[in-house]
């Protein structure tokens, strides 16, 4: 199973961007499915994350009331719609699947390549 993000690009301060994570196979609803960012320099965070059965969420504190992570299940794709971007937002986006809940990238077992969003002022 591979996944593939996808949706990043440039967008001025203020603006939106919606990312895809499309899954090569099905998503059981065991699992969860997170979304990571690195910007050059810095490790990678947390964003948010979403069970993939319940539909639950989590969110960072820094994009919280911005950010919207969803799914459909019958795409199996996953979906992170950003709002109020920052400059602060600029990096790659990873998403990312685990067997639980985890703030810790290290806790996710498969990785898509990445999206870059850069956001000017």
């Known amino acids: 199973v591979q996944l593939q993000a996808s949706g990043g690009g440039l967008v001025q301060a203020g603006g939106s961007l919606r990312l895809s994570c499309a899954s090569s196979?099905?998503?059981?609803?065991?699992?969860?499915m997170g979304w990571f960012r690195q910007a050059p320099g810095k490790e990678r965070e947390f964003v948010a994350a979403?069970?993939?059965?319940?539909?639950?969420?989590y969110y960072a504190d820094s994009v919280k009331g911005r950010f919207t992570i969803s799914k459909d299940g019958a795409k199996n794709t996953g979906y992170l719609q950003m709002s109020s971007l920052k400059p602060d937002d600029t990096a790659r986006y990873y998403c990312?699947?685990?067997?639980?809940?985890?703030?810790?990238?290290?806790?996710?077992?498969?990785w898509g390549q990445g999206t870059q969003v850069t956001v000017s002022s």
């Open positions: 979403i069970r993939w059965g319940s539909g639950l969420t």
């Open positions: 990312a699947t685990a067997t639980s809940y985890s703030t810790r990238d290290y806790d996710y077992n498969r």
């Open positions: 196979g099905r998503v059981y609803s065991s699992l969860l």
